[in-house]
């Protein structure tokens, strides 16, 4: 009887994350053809329920005003959401609205922090962050070697910007 209890529970799990798959793939295929609305509608559900790719995402609609009016506080708090998760991306997001002071006061401190969790988890756009604020010494003490190695890092990873960045810096 146990047996087969834990196989209609496993089933009935199974059954709701291939629905939630379907789900964000459906936002995902709305937002590739210029239908936000449509995207949000798929993910918001999710993002409630705690899917923090699905609450990424409401963070960038929210942010750029695709589906939605722009809303800079939902789109820190789904950022915080999907962070809290370990999401690196959210953690990008969330650096970077700290760094440039959107709905929140600029504390270098805090996107130091998240630019650091992002890099970490391998996300170049983190490490190049990292690596600016390391350069310019933007909250840190200034550390033109690790922001060195940070660019090097991004930049192998193909990101052009890390690449440019890394040009400069290999060149002092």
């Not at 959210?90 to 969790?117: C, K, P």
């Not at 003490?141 to 990101?159: I, P, T």
């Amino acid at each position: 009887m146990r047996k087969i209890l834990l196989l209609a529970l496993m089933a009935a799990v199974s059954s709701v994350s291939i629905a939630q798959s379907n789900r964000f793939e459906a936002g995902i295929a709305a937002m590739n053809r210029g239908r936000f609305a449509v995207a949000y509608r798929s993910w918001l559900p999710l993002a409630e329920a705690g899917m923090p790719e699905a609450q990424l995402n409401l963070g960038l609609l929210y942010q750029s005003g695709q589906g939605v009016n722009i809303d800079l506080e939902k789109a820190l708090y789904w950022y915080e959401q999907a962070a809290s998760a370990g999401l690196a991306e959210a953690h990008l997001n969330l650096g970077m609205m700290y760094f440039e002071g959107m709905i929140v006061e600029q504390d270098y401190t805090v996107s130091f922090r998240e630019f650091q969790s992002a890099s970490t988890q391998g996300l170049a756009s983190g490490s190049l962050m990292l690596g600016r604020m390391l350069f310019e010494g933007l909250g840190v003490d200034q550390d033109k070697v690790r922001a060195r190695e940070l660019f090097l890092d991004a930049a192998k990873s193909g990101l052009p910007e890390a690449q440019f960045a890394y040009a400069i810096v290999a060149q002092t």
